[in-house]
T-cell receptor, first 112, second 110 residues
Framework: EAQVTQNPRYLITVTGKKLTVTCSQN?????MSWYRQDPGLGLRQIYY???????DKGDVPEGYKVSRKEKRNFPLILESPSPNQTSLYFC???????????FGNGTRLTVT | GESVGLHLPTLSVQEGDNSIINCAYS??????FIWYKQESGKGPQFIID?????DKRQGQRVTVLLNKTVKHLSLQIAATQPGDSAVYFC?????????FGTGTSLTVIP
């Protein structure tokens, strides 16, 4: 089944403890991206990747890192999480830039 | 960043009626637009898309209209069903980035 898989679905952590949210797609998509969704603000782009080894900042990249070593994987790294990064995170992929984004089921992160 | 907004945060319609959800976008350079549906606890699901060289596109029970003159996008859902209850939001693509609206919550009254 064609899908975007994120893990974990739920994560509770403490301030400063490094964490990684994994994202994998099995559709051979070139474009991948990360978003956070907060009430009243909608989805905001954190980082995106046009292809392997190519990543760029979105609108809210501060406090996040990404890597794209393989086409299928696009992990989101929080080196030192803070409470303001408590949010619902979505990974998405698309075949190319101007094609429909396919979303994962989300990761709900709570930083205390 | 870009500004993509919706005209109404909530919309209630009777089952069987048509629904219209509106979206305004701010950047005339945006060349690709998508409508998504999001149900509680799930990721956004693709509904329909349209490119800037078109002004209308139809799918199954859904139609997207694009008015570039006033930078307005709408989603029409025909014969709305209870399963259509969800949050709907639009997205625009400009310079390799997607910008999303905050969403309209559609409630279908049986």
């Amino acid at each position: 089944e064609a899908q975007v898989t994120q893990n974990p679905r739920y994560l509770i952590t403490v301030t400063g403890k490094k964490l990684t949210v994994t994202c994998s797609q099995n559709m051979n998509h070139e474009y991948m991206s990360w978003y956070r969704q907060d009430p009243g603000l909608g989805l905001r782009q954190i980082y995106y990747s046009m292809n392997v080894e190519v990543t760029d900042k979105g609108d809210v990249p501060e406090g996040y890192k990404v890597s794209r070593k393989e086409k299928r994987n696009f992990p989101l790294i929080l080196e030192s999480p803070s409470p303001n990064q408590t949010s619902l995170y979505f990974c998405a992929s698309s075949l190319v830039r101007n094609s429909p984004l396919h979303f994962g089921n989300g990761t709900r992160l709570t930083v205390t | 960043g870009e500004s993509v907004g919706l005209h109404l945060p909530t919309l209630s319609v009777q089952e069987g009626d048509n629904s219209i959800i509106n979206c305004a976008y701010s950047n005339s350079a945006s060349d690709y637009f998508i409508w998504y549906k999001q149900e509680s606890g799930k990721g956004p699901q693709f509904i329909i898309d349209i490119r800037s060289n078109m002004d209308k596109r139809q799918g199954q029970r859904v139609t997207v209209l694009l008015n570039k003159t006033v930078k307005h996008l709408s989603l029409q859902i025909a014969a709305t069903q209870p399963g259509d209850s969800a949050v709907y939001f639009c997205a625009e693509n400009q310079s390799n980035q997607f910008y999303f609206g905050t969403g309209t919550s559609l409630t279908v009254i049986p």
